[in-house]
Every structure is written in C-alpha cells, then in structure tokens.
C-alpha cells in the first residue's frame, strides 16, 4: 500500500512539475507570445506591424496618444465569417489612414452569451473604442454600459445592440435608402422606365423585407415611375426551392412582367436562374438584393445587369472612423452632430440621427463594370 | 452492515487520493494565476476577477449536482436543455403578465419535474441514463422551441438582471457568485458529511452491493437526478438574468463544460471517486484557463480545443495512474496474500 501510494505520488509529482514548467515558460515568454497571438486573432490580417505589438503596450500607447487613431477592437457576430472579415478589412484601412490599429475578437459561432465575454475583456484592457455587431442586442446591453462607463466609446456596426448601449450606431443603410434603389433599379431596367414589375420576398412575416417593399411603394408613387405596373408581392420564404417555384410562377402569370425585383440574396439567385432557364434573359430583368459572389454570372450572363447591396468595406471604414472620433472627442454621439470622412461620402459630412443612427449612404449598386473587383475583395 | 464496517478503513483511502488530485489542481491555478499576471497587467484587478467568475457561474452551479450523478455512475447530458427550458418558461410566464418572484419557484418545479422524468426512466425502465438524458437532451430543448420560437424576450425588472449581472456594492464580487457558494457549503456538506453521501459513494462503486445492504439504490439516483434537473433550471435562471434575455438557445454547449469540469475536478467517470472540493477548483480553473487565453487574445476555436483538451486530460490522467497502481497492486498480490480492506474488486468477489 504504502510502495504504490508513494509511486502515484512521485507520479502525480512529476505531472505537476511538468504543468508548472510550462505554465512558466508561457509566462516568460509572454510578450513573444502576446506578438503572435495578435495575427491570429485577426486572421485576415494583412495587418501593420504595429498592431502585432503587445496588446498591452498597443492599448496604453492608444490611451496615451489621444489625437491619433484610436486601439478599436472590432467584436463582429462571429468570426472567420466573409462578410465580417471584409468589414474588418474596412476598418484596419481606415486605421491604417488614421494612423491607429483594430483587432477583431470574437465567438467562433454566433451566440451572444460567447461575444459578452470578449466585450469584457476589452473593457478589461481598457481598449480605446469597441466596434461590435450585436448577436443579440438586450444580451451584450449590460456589457456595453460598463464598457461605457468605463470610458470605452461604443459603436455598433451592422447589427444595433439596445439603444442606450452605444454612443454611436452606424447603420449599412436605411429603409428609405434601400427602398428607393430597388425602385430606381427596378425603372432603370425596365425599357423606357416602363412595364408589369413583381416583387420576390423572403418570408411573409420578414421584418426587414416587409419595410423595404412598403418603402419602394411610397417611392413608386413618385410621377417619374408613373409608368411601372405593379404585379404584386409572392413569397419565397428565402428558401431555393421554394424561391424557385414562385419566380417560375410569376413568369406564368404575368407573360408581360419586365422586372423581378427580390430583395433578399436567396431569392434573387433563385429568380436570375428561373430567367436563365426559361430562356427569357434580356425579356425579363432581376434586380434586388444580392451578393457580388452570387450574382457574378447573371450579371455577365444579362440576367441581372444590376443589383444592389451596401458597401461592407465602407461599413467597417465608417464604423473605425466614427469610433476614432469618439475617442477624439470630435463628437459625442449626440444626435445632429455632424461629421465627414473624407473618403466616404463624397466628402459631405454624415449627420447623427435620432437614437444616434448614422446611415453609411445608399445601397451600393453592382453592375458589369464594377462586379469583378468586389467578388475578389468580398468573397461572397 | 457490511457498508459500515467498510467506513472506517474506507474514507482514508478515498481522501489520500483526492488530496493528491486536489493538490494538482491547486498547483495549476498557482501556475494559472502567475502566467496571468506576467502576462497582462489587467490580469489582477476586481474587474476582472468578477468578469472570470460570472462567465462560468451556470456551469459552476450545475457542475455540484453532476458531481454527485457521477459518483453514482450515471449521468446527466440534459442540463444544457433545461437550461434552455427554463428560460423558455420564465419567458412565457412574464410576457403573460405571471410576477417574476411568482414565475421563479414554477420555474424550480418544472425543472425539478424534468429531472423525476429523467430519474423514472432510469430507475423504473431501467434504461441507461447516458441514452436517456440524451434523449432529454433533444426533449427539453425542442420544448424551449416551442414555448419561445423565433422570438427572444428580453424585458426584464432591473433588479433581476443587475443580479444576474451585478457585484455586491463596493466589491468585485458578482452575486451569482454568492448563489454558487452556498450551494458548494450545502454539496460540500451533504457529500462528504452525512450518510447522504456515503451512500452515494457506495452505490458509484457497487450499486449491487449496496442495495443488499439496505440503500435504496433507485430511490437515491432518482432523486439526485431531480435534484440537477432543479439546479440546471436555477442555472438557466440566472443565465437569463445575465444576458436579460430568454431565447430558445440558451444554454446550448454546456453540459460538456460542465462534465469536463466535473472529470478535471477528480471525479472517476465510472463513478464511486470525487469530490466537491476538487470540482470548486476545476471550476477555477476553467474560468482562470478561459480568461488568460482571451486576455492574451487567443481566438475563440484555439478556446474550444482548450476545453476540449482539458476533458481529454483530466480523464487519461487519473486512467493512467488507475491502470500503474493496479499493476503495482497486482504485482505486490502475487507476493503476498491481501490483508484487510484493499479493493474493491475484493468486496465483489
């Protein structure tokens, strides 16, 4: 008893040496460690050697040095996500420009109970601003308040936390926006501004889908588009199949329709295809909602000659320069302060809006000419 | 008769054993608390240790009932849906106009009823609980489903979630933390000082040997299968209270934290090893383990594949020191015959 006590002890011992060794190694070793740790945590880096300096020393320099670009750290829905990679893109440009650094951080899935962890680690290191996507927006709330409270500014970017847990939300783009660019693409692809349009949806009770198609009828009022007949509304439920079958049906029953307008990135491939199929490319158009990496070959094809989404890129840019002006002081986040980002915009400033809202701009509409360029830097 | 005339020589074995294990865990939380500190200067500040431990606090609360289901050589995979569940019904219940203070205790009771179902279709259809807590699993969740769908509630009093959020006033102590232990007084006590807990012991190490010395072997796992369901409704709880929101993927991807911290504390999968102490130091672990590796930055799959190694560690390791002193048991054995209480292959013999 006594022999094989000692044994597992002097085992056990043994473990325990080997764990603290390396726990120690790690900790000696810790600003190596902290300067390859900073890559990976933002793996589209084409990062400036800057950020891959110790997070620790990165973010007392960025307190430090108020008047120059901020340490932002970017928490988007979830990472090694394509449309979050290229938003973060955005912002490690607008760094670079501004003569600061960004980090994306984030959950491996999108689940708000693994982001709020990361917003308090932040909060922790005392980062210089947190730029987060919501992945729900009552559950990161309380994080983001004493993220505020600790003097950390907040800005949401692409999806909006509650109201009252950021200074500043930069929205991709606005109902009223979207709205009257699928009216104004719609018009542009009928010949003459004229003929029988039908809308292809997501699901009938899709929130966002439901106020951009109510926004494109108010635009639709408008005498300049006096001479589009509308269809009506089917619903596809942003399912292929599903999508499939109705854009099929449309065709049917409307031999005259012109335009298939889908505002949602199922719908719109589905109907593209369906035109393709049945052989009616240059008849009837589509247009909508879409993603360069999906539509690429109708827009080719003249299928879908153009097609709109918001610039993700521009997105990220805004949401690092926003924050950059928060930790500046530039603004509060108050609404109707302005502002202007020289390369957004057109150079015009943005203004605050109520519950403050900034909206990047209109949709941005992708066409043969410019489709190429945004598959290879989107990729999606 | 024959249990207590094993107690005496028995508890001594079993605590020189855990004393080893414990004093492990203690030196990997010394090693933890020292490469944190060198390695961030926000590692040790009231802050963070409220952020540490709030993150871990439902895993930590679910992680004493598990410890005694484990012990007893069975199981419980449902939690994470009950967690789930519970959110779901709390929802429910405050959206139709129930007073929270009201809606908590049905809250208990449901989960406390998902746990007889989970314990009934143990011991009265004599089914395995892996399989049957698996099939809860699917069960509680696809209920949340149901009560909730698509939508998320998520207005609450704020005296809820600053509790589930909050630290005691002036001090980084978050209350959730406060909940945890008590409950670690009460296990604590249960499992290692009343005859609760020898017979939970008893029946994790021979659940046939125990029946013929009188323990009511079904009566015990199915209460302690009531009991978790009951904690891992009180975890959802406060996980509702903390992101004061209900929806009905709360919880999803616990129970494997939680059976990982439950092995990492020393307890013997095969049931009939562990203790309490040892599982509150895991706990620690894990929320020091899961900190540093954020602070440093490290992106969140490389903290899945930590977990993920932790739980392959803590069950090889004590495997490995298990299949050494059998063999140095045996190789003795074949010197000299046994004397006295050894094993407990003996007392099945």
């Known amino acids: 008893m006594n022999g094989s006590t000692r044994r597992f002890v002097v085992g056990l011992a043994a473990v325990a040496l080997v764990v603290a060794a390396c726990g120690s190694s790690t900790a000696t070793t810790a600003p190596t460690a902290a300067a390859t740790a900073a890559p990976t945590a933002a793996p589209a880096s084409s990062a400036p050697a800057a950020s891959q300096a110790a997070s620790a020393a990165a973010t007392q320099a960025a307190s430090q040095a108020a008047s120059g670009g901020v340490t932002a750290v970017m928490i988007p829905k979830q990472i090694n996500n394509p449309y979050f990679d290229v938003a973060f893109k955005g912002a490690q440009k607008a760094a670079t420009d501004l003569g600061g650094s960004v980090t994306q951080v984030g959950p491996s899935a999108a689940d708000a109970t693994q982001q709020v962890p990361f917003i308090q680690t932040a909060t922790t290191q005392k980062a210089g601003a947190i730029i987060i996507s919501a992945d729900d927006a009552t559950a990161v709330a309380p994080a983001l308040k004493a993220a505020m409270a600790a003097g950390i500014p907040v800005v949401g970017y692409d999806s909006s936390p509650a109201v009252g847990a950021y200074n500043v939300f930069v929205n991709q783009a606005d109902t009223n926006g979207i709205g009257a660019g ?72 409307h031999p005259n329709l012109k335009v298939i307008v889908a505002p949602t990135t199922v719908g719109i491939v589905a109907a593209a295809q369906v035109v393709r199929a049945a052989k009616k490319t240059g008849q009837v158009f589509v247009t909508g909602l879409g993603t360069p990496k999906g539509m690429v070959d109708y827009v080719k094809g003249g299928e879908s000659p153009e097609f709109a989404l918001w610039n993700v890129t521009d997105l990220g840019y805004l949401a690092y320069a926003v924050a950059n002006d928060l930790a500046n002081k530039t603004i509060t986040g108050a609404p109707g302060e302005t502002f202007t980002v020289p390369s957004l915009n057109n150079g015009q400033p943005y203004t605050i809006g109520a519950d403050s809202v900034v909206v990047l701009g209109p949709p941005f509409v992708f066409n043969k000419g410019n489709i190429d360029q945004y598959v290879a830097s989107f990729g999606f | 008769m024959t249990a207590s005339s094993q107690s005496p020589a028995r508890p001594a074995v079993r605590l020189g054993a855990l004393a080893r294990w414990e004093t492990l865990l203690v030196i990997l939380l010394v090693g933890l608390i020292a490469a944190g500190a060198r390695m961030s200067p ?31 050589a069975d199981i419980d995979l449902s939690v994470e849906s009950m967690v789930g569940l519970a959110g779901a019904v709390l929802g429910t219940l405050v959206v139709a106009g129930v007073p929270l203070p009201l809606a908590i205790p049905v809250v208990l009771a449901v989960g406390a009823l998902g746990g007889l179902l989970n314990g009934l279709l143990v011991t009265r259809a004599g089914l395995p609980s892996l399989v049957v807590t698996l099939g809860t699993l699917a069960l509680f969740r696809g209920l949340a489903n149901v009560l909730l769908g698509p939508t998320v509630i998520s207005v609450w009093p704020d005296w809820f979630t600053s509790f589930g959020f909050g630290t005691i006033d002036g001090s980084p102590i978050p209350f959730t933390l406060v909940v945890f232990l008590v409950l670690v007084v009460v296990f604590w006590a249960v499992a290692h000082a009343t005859w609760i807990g020898r017979q939970v012991f008893a029946i994790g190490k021979n659940a046939a040997a125990s029946r013929y010395s009188g323990v009511r072997v079904n009566s015990m796992r199915n209460w302690m299968f009531v009991i978790t369901g009951m904690i891992a409704s009180l975890a959802g709880i406060i996980l509702v209270a903390r992101f004061s929101s209900a929806r009905n993927d709360n919880g999803t991807g616990m129970t494997l ?23 509150v130091l895991a706990v620690f672990v894990l929320a020091l383990l899961q900190n540093i590796l954020r602070l440093a930055g490290v992106s969140s799959e490389f903290q899945g594949i930590a977990v993920g190694l932790l739980l392959v560690f803590s069950v090889i390791v004590p495997q490995l020191a298990r299949q050494t002193r059998g063999a140095v048991d045996r190789a003795r054995r074949s010197r000299r015959p046994p004397a006295g209480p050894i094993a407990s292959g003996e007392v099945t013999a």
């Open chain 1, 182 to 253: 699928l009216a104004q693409m719609a018009c542009d692809l009928a010949p003459n501004c004229t003929g029988e349009i039908a809308v292809l949806s997501a699901a009938q009770s899709a929130t966002n889908q439901n106020a951009w198609i109510a926004a494109m009828q108010t635009t639709l009022k408008d005498p300049k588009y006096s001479k589009l007949v509308w269809d009506g509304v089917v619903y596809g439920n942003d399912d292929p199949q599903v999508s499939t079958q109705q854009a099929q049906a449309l065709l049917q029953a």
């Open chain 2, 42 to 72: 926000f590692f040790i500040s009231g802050g963070n240790f409220a952020n540490l431990t709030s993150s871990v606090m439902e895993i930590a609360i679910m992680a004493l009932p598990m410890t005694l289901v484990i012990i007893m």
């Open chain 2, 257 to 279: 934290t939680v059976v990982t911290v439950v092995l990492l504390g020393g307890v013997d999968i095969n049931g009939g090893k562990g203790s309490i102490p040892g599982v």
